[in-house]
């Protein structure tokens, strides 16, 4: 498609910042805004992806400024603050939460299980709060966290990762909770199976008849398009899924579940 959605550039703009935003869904998102007229900071760990977005962002006649950098280093958030203190920043997204490492738990490393926490949560927190404290200021702006059905249970080898996407997704309530008095909207966008550069690395199987698999395209259109209807928005049509995974008996959801996944992972 090539019209642009509608976002309102005034409440959201200028600029709009995306973590995560080289390939797949973060592209997507960049691709979007920029033919909505936004200028935009994208941050990613590997810059020939990231140039290469920029460039193709840059085609719609905005600014583009890239941030190779790795948000796990011990520096990330005093290079982000410092590379944006310039700008009115009015939408940040953080498309940054994949899962660096899955094992088995008792058997796996820690350090890697550290290193998907700190992603998911801590760089989440730390960036939500640089961007949101301005917005709250500004009295206008928008944060947008990536969140996963896998955050609705437990599963194997993935024990770390849906623990942090939960985490995800009632830290946005709260957040939400306390921003949109001040007129800053919040929203979890929560994806199922997405057919990302990511996923297609990881070997999933996106040929199992009956499963829904998003485009990180419509993926990001839709998260755009509901910005404003937080604190959670389930894309892709996977809303009944995401109610099913909540209910109970858990014991029976959660060994269903495992039994789908194992056939997603070719396992």
Do not use: C
Request: aromatic share 6%; proline share 3%; glycine share 12%.
């Amino acid at each position: 498609m090539n019209d642009s959605i509608r976002i309102d550039r005034d409440r959201y703009g200028p600029w709009a910042v995306i973590a995560g935003g080289s390939e797949g869904v973060g592209a997507a998102f960049a691709d979007e805004l920029g033919r909505a007229g936004f200028d935009l900071v994208l941050i990613a760990r590997k810059p020939g992806p990231l140039e290469e977005t920029a460039a193709k962002t840059r085609a719609h006649g905005v600014e583009v400024r890239t941030l190779a950098l790795d948000l796990l280093a011990d520096n990330a958030v005093d290079a982000i603050r410092e590379a944006t203190a310039d700008l009115e920043v009015g939408l940040f997204i953080f498309n940054a939460g994949a899962n660096s490492y899955g094992h088995e738990f008792v058997t796996g490393d820690l350090t890697g299980f550290r290193g998907v926490i700190d992603l998911n949560v801590h760089r989440q927190v730390e960036l939500s709060q640089l961007f949101g404290a301005r917005m709250k200021e500004a009295g206008r702006g928008g944060i947008m966290l990536l969140g996963s059905l896998a955050g609705y249970m437990g599963a194997e080898h993935q024990s770390i990762y849906a623990a942090s996407k939960a985490f995800s997704r009632v830290f946005a309530e709260s957040l939400w909770l306390e921003l949109e008095p001040h007129g800053v909207h919040v929203l979890e966008l929560i994806l199922g199976v997405t057919r990302t550069p990511a996923m297609e690395r990881a070997g999933l199987n996106f040929d199992i008849p009956g499963m829904l698999v998003s485009e990180p395209e419509d993926v990001a259109r839709e998260g755009l398009e509901h910005l404003a209807d937080g604190p959670v928005w389930v894309a892709g049509g996977n809303h009944d899924a995401a109610v099913k995974r909540s209910g109970f008996p858990r014991a029976k959801i959660v060994r269903g579940a495992a039994q789908a996944m194992r056939a997603l992972m070719n396992r």
